[in-house]
């Protein structure tokens, strides 16, 4: 069984790069025909999809993200990073990590405030 754990920051100033580690038991993040996302949910926005990384290595963001989120994998750990910049409070939000849109971890609270 796949476990997803998320671990980051709580708490961040404006300005700031969001950095958030996801790492993954049960399974390799490159076998298989296997996507490793990120998502988002705030009480104002709802579900937000961040972004992806494929098996392979090839990443997909969210076209309205595409020039502040990076997403990285770490094969020697079975780890998976989104890095998000020039955060705002509107990037207030619980981040999760999911294996193919239908497994997440429990998320982490990221709150943006100066």
């Known amino acids: 069984q796949v476990h997803l754990q998320e671990s980051g920051p709580g708490l961040m100033k404006p300005s700031q790069t969001l950095s958030l580690t996801c790492t993954v038991s049960?399974?390799?993040?490159?076998?298989?025909?296997?996507?490793w996302n990120w998502i988002r949910q705030s009480p104002g926005k709802g579900l937000e999809w961040l972004g992806m990384?494929?098996?392979?290595?090839?990443?997909g963001v969210n076209p309205s993200l595409v020039s502040r989120v990076f997403i990285s994998r770490d094969l020697s750990k079975n780890q998976f990073s989104l890095d998000l910049h020039s955060i705002t409070p509107e990037d207030t939000a619980l981040y999760y990590c999911g294996l193919n849109l239908g497994t997440w971890g429990q998320g982490t609270q990221v709150t943006v405030s100066s």
């Open positions: 990384i494929a098996y392979d290595g090839k990443m």
């Open positions: 049960g399974a390799s993040i490159a076998t298989g025909w296997a996507t």
